[in-house]
């Protein structure tokens, strides 16, 4: 019988913790972008408008997240938003999950962003 020691434990989880690519974070904005700010609920407007436009998927068994924090006043220069599968009776699916499907940015300026995990970026939708 096999004992793994502490210290391989340890490793392990420091490799796999250097090895997973999580979203960067983009710039800074510059002066001019940094006056134009949205309040979560009008970013989550923005992409619930878009998602209908591109038909990206059933949204009634999608919930969205918040994955940003405001800033003053409860406006931010972008927000971050996880799609969550709704797993129900209509929707179908484990109800005792709710796996994120995708992973949007929104501008204040408008403009929707969809992360792409395999490159690690966000691209336009």
């Not at 340890?10 to 002066?31: K, Q």
């Not at 996880?82 to 940015?105: F, K, L, W």
Request: aromatic content about 6%.
């Amino acid at each position: 019988m096999s004992i793994i020691k502490p210290a391989h434990l340890f490793c392990l989880a420091v490799l796999l913790a250097g090895c997973s690519r999580a979203p960067e974070r983009p710039p800074a904005p510059d002066a001019g972008q940094a006056a134009a700010q949205i309040s979560e609920r009008q970013g989550l407007d923005l992409l619930m408008a878009a998602l209908k436009k591109h038909k990206v998927a059933d949204l009634d068994c999608l919930g969205m997240m918040t994955e940003s924090e405001p800033g003053a006043g409860g406006k931010a220069a972008q927000w971050e938003y996880a799609a969550r599968e709704i797993h129900n009776e209509r929707c179908g699916g484990d109800p005792q999950t709710s796996p994120v499907r995708d992973r949007y940015r929104v501008t204040a300026t408008g403009k929707i962003f969809v992360y792409d995990a395999a490159e690690g970026e966000y691209h336009p939708l």
